[in-house]
């Protein structure tokens, strides 16, 4: 996975990790328990099937996966991060040198806030490795943030909506299942930070 340079550093450097920490770690957002409607979404999408998470950051989606689910990042920092809380976390160096063999078949694959961190012709080249590694009828999910929240972050360097994420879906040989809005209507995505883009796709 290709690192991103912005204001914040690189995201394969230790300081983004701290800021992954810092933001996740927010007393208001642990009160408000702001990650349940993305859970209950994801679980909606995926079900009981076990999971890649690619581009995993610390760990925020990964603890909410299934059993036997494993998240990938090219930050050592976040990956390590994740294994110290008990998670299931590899390089993306140690885990793309495994056989696909030796991992039985994903049923399904998470991107999600990664698509916006790479460069306009990076999408593809980043998720097509980790193809091989997923069950014929996997899943695989895209997520991207809509305008509020690509301008939060000064790491995010191409802002991509629906149309650009069918697109990388389709350049990957996969079929577009659906696309939508999360967790309210498109039109909020102006103002509001955490409102998404989703995609579901299948081989």
């Not at 581009?55 to 990956?79: E, F, K, M, Q, W």
């Not at 990076?122 to 895209?142: N, S």
């Not at 103002?191 to 081989?203: I, K, L, P, S």
Request: aromatic fraction near 8%; include cysteine; hydrophobic fraction near 40%.
């Amino acid at each position: 996975m290709r690192s991103v340079a912005g204001q914040d550093g690189d995201t394969a450097s230790a300081a983004y990790t701290e800021r992954l920490t810092r933001r996740s770690g927010a007393r208001w957002k642990q009160l408000l328990d702001v990650q349940a409607p993305y859970r209950w979404n994801l679980r909606r999408i995926l079900g009981e099937r076990r999971t890649l998470d690619v581009g995993c950051g610390i760990g925020r989606n990964l603890y909410n996966l299934p059993a036997g689910s494993l998240g990938v990042d090219h930050n050592a920092t976040s990956v390590q991060q994740c294994r110290e809380a008990g998670l299931s976390a590899m390089t993306s160096d140690e885990f793309l040198a495994q056989d696909p063999a030796e991992h039985g078949g994903f049923g399904g694959l998470l991107a999600a806030h990664v698509v916006e961190h790479l460069p306009a012709d990076g999408a593809v080249d980043v998720i097509a490795p980790y193809l091989p590694y997923l069950a014929h009828d996997a899943k695989i999910v895209l997520i991207c943030p809509q305008e509020r929240g690509f301008a939060s972050d000064p790491t995010h360097t191409v802002f991509t909506d629906q149309t650009r994420l069918g697109g990388i879906a389709r350049d990957l040989g996969l079929r577009v299942e659906k696309q939508y809005s999360f967790p309210l209507p498109r039109f909020t995505g102006k103002v509001f930070t955490y409102n998404e883009f989703v995609t579901v796709a299948a081989r």
